[in-house]
T-cell receptor
C-alpha cells in the first residue's frame, strides 16, 4: 500500500486530494484514518469493496478496485485538518488491515 | 464507552528486561488487534484475536513477543527479553464482527523505549 504525496502543505480553504494505491484488487474493504501527533488513529471513512465512495461532512473517499486506487477528498481545508492521514486495505474478510505510510498534511492559516 | 484503553502510555526500560503492555477493548467488541508503529516500517499488524482466540500471529516478529487474551475485556503483549530495536509505539485496536462495518477503534498507544 502506497500513499502519495508523503507530505502536503496547503493554505486554508483549499480543496485537496490524498491518494492511496494498492496491488490486490481482491480487497475486502478500505479505511481512511487520521492520526494526530502522539495520538492513536481515528477512523474517518470505511468503504466496503462493493461501494464506490463514502462521504462524511467535508470528506469524501472513493474506491476503484480495478485500478487499485482510493482517494480522500477534503473540501475547504481548515488548520484543524492538519494531521497524518493513513489508508488501510482490509484483507482476509476485513480483519487484517495493511496500512500505507501516510500523508502528512499541514493546513496553514 | 471510554474507548480502547492502553496502559502504560509510556514505558522506558533497559535492554533485557521484560515489558508488558496492556489493553482493554471496547465492551462488546469481539476482535482485538495489536499493532506496532515505527518511522522505518510504519504501522504493522502483530497479532489479532477473535473471541479471545489468537487467529493470526504471523506478524509477531520473533519468539520474544507473546500476546494473550484471557478474557473479553483484557489483553497483554509481552516482550521478553526486550531489545533496543523493539522501541516503537504499540497500538491496540478493537472492532465488532466482520460482517458490516469493520471500523477499528484504536487506543492512544504505548510508547516503548528500550535503552
Amino acid at each position: 500500500v502506497t500513499q502519495i504525496p508523503a507530505a502536503l502543505s496547503v493554505p486554508e480553504g483549499e480543496n485537496l486530494v490524498l491518494n492511496c494505491s494498492f496491488t490486490d484488487s481482491a480487497i475486502y474493504n478500505l479505511q481512511w484514518f487520521r492520526q494526530d501527533p502522539g495520538k492513536g488513529l481515528t477512523s474517518l471513512l470505511l468503504i466496503q469493496s462493493s461501494q464506490r465512495e463514502q462521504t462524511s461532512g467535508r470528506l469524501n473517499a472513493s474506491l476503484d478496485k480495478s485500478s487499485g486506487r482510493s482517494t480522500l477528498y477534503i473540501a475547504a481545508s481548515q488548520p484543524g485538518d492538519s494531521a497524518t492521514y493513513l489508508c488501510a486495505v482490509g484483507e482476509n474478510y476485513g480483519q487484517n488491515f495493511v496500512f500505507g505510510p501516510g500523508t502528512r498534511l499541514s493546513v496553514l492559516p | 464507552d471510554a474507548g480502547v484503553i492502553q496502559s502504560p502510555r509510556h514505558e522506558v526500560t533497559e535492554m533485557g528486561q521484560e515489558v508488558t503492555l496492556r489493553c482493554k477493548p471496547i465492551s462488546g467488541h469481539d476482535y482485538l488487534f495489536w499493532y506496532r508503529q515505527t518511522m522505518m516500517r510504519g504501522l504493522e499488524l502483530l497479532i489479532y484475536f477473535n473471541n479471545n482466540v489468537p487467529i493470526d500471529d504471523s506478524g509477531m516478529p520473533e519468539d520474544r513477543f507473546s500476546a494473550k487474551m484471557p478474557n473479553a475485556s483484557f489483553s497483554t503483549l509481552k516482550i521478553q527479553p526486550s531489545e533496543p530495536r523493539d522501541s516503537a509505539v504499540y497500538f491496540c485496536a478493537s472492532s465488532l464482527g466482520h460482517r458490516g462495518a469493520n471500523i477499528q477503534y484504536f487506543g492512544a498507544g504505548t510508547r516503548l523505549s528500550v535503552l
